[in-house]
């Protein structure tokens, strides 16, 4: 696997159309990972050669983004939400070199929306999570990409180009964090000192509902995400957002063990979110045997 911290500016091959990466379709009835101890040499596949390349796309999307922070011009979008020229840069980058990494795919990207499912998979692109971080300098942002085949998740990289920390994950190879495995997150419930993400938009939404752990939001969902993979944050719920802002997060926590589910414990369809809705029910990264918050209704 590339290690991101030891190749800041490594230039980017010309990527061709390679056989190798049209992937095996995986089972679309597989389940997370189960909890297993980690290789320090995990075997060569397509998939992790996959993701070496992946990384290096993702890793030079944010540097598009921090070298646009120079000249930054932003705007409102009709929902409310900030939109930066780093934003679109990273997107209009991205979308033709994970085609090319992978011919045959669509890219469902924020910025410049669905084109589809191609034969060989979907691409979902947040080029930059947490824009209001990002635009008015705090380093907690990020970029978000993954490979989604039959839905089911194949290939994922998330890049904090602020921390300089580059997190992946193939389907089957475990989870990464600059080149480094990720440990397996521990099962079992949340203890009222540890640290779990939420906003004061899922406060809102259940007024009278306590949660476990101590109250944390960083403003940016793969922030919070790549938090709980690293173990900082016990776990995370979410509410809203769609299925390119934590396709990526997704992936990279269920290869260690998380448990991700809508917050009543019924499976988040992928297949369903892929046709561009906004994430219906609040959701959750948990540990094994922590969830679910809220009965099933």
């Known amino acids: 696997m590339v290690n991101g911290s030891e190749f800041p500016g490594l230039p980017i091959p010309c990527l061709q159309p390679f056989t190798i990466f049209h992937l095996p379709f995986p089972d679309p009835k597989r389940q997370a990972q189960p909890r297993r101890e980690k290789s320090h040499n995990p075997p060569v596949s397509a998939e992790t050669d996959l993701l070496d390349h992946l990384v290096l796309l993702v890793r030079e999307g944010g540097e598009i983004a921090q070298s646009a922070r120079q000249d930054l011009q932003r705007e409102i979008k009709p929902d409310g939400s900030i939109v930066s020229a780093g934003d679109k840069n990273v997107e209009e980058f991205l979308r033709p070199k994970l085609q090319e990494l992978i011919p045959g795919t669509g890219v469902y990207g924020e910025e410049f929306g669905n084109d589809g499912e191609g034969p060989n998979g979907l691409w979902a692109v947040d080029p930059v999570d947490g824009t209001s971080n990002y635009v008015f300098g705090s380093p907690l942002w990020g970029v978000s990409v993954a490979l989604i085949q039959q839905d089911v998740l194949v290939a994922g990289a998330v890049f904090l180009p602020d921390l300089n920390e580059m997190?992946?994950?193939?389907?089957?190879?475990?989870?990464?964090?600059?080149?480094?495995?990720?440990?397996?997150?521990?099962?079992?419930?949340i203890k009222s000192v540890e640290l779990m993400s939420y906003n004061d938009n899922l406060v809102k939404a259940y007024p009278a509902q306590p949660w476990p752990g101590k109250m944390r939001c960083s403003g940016a969902f793969v922030i919070d995400a790549m938090w709980v993979a690293q173990q900082r944050f016990r776990g995370l719920i979410g509410i809203r957002g769609k299925l390119y802002d934590i396709a990526a997060s997704i992936l990279i926590n269920t290869e260690i063990g998380a448990i991700v589910s809508y917050i009543d414990g019924t499976t988040m369809d992928i297949k369903e979110l892929k046709s561009g809705i906004t994430i219906p029910k609040p959701y959750t990264f948990l540990p094994e045997g922590a969830g679910p918050l809220l009965p099933a209704v």
């Open 167 to 189: 997190y992946a994950a193939a389907w089957g190879e475990g989870a990464t964090c600059n080149g480094r495995p990720l440990e397996n997150i521990p099962a079992g419930p």
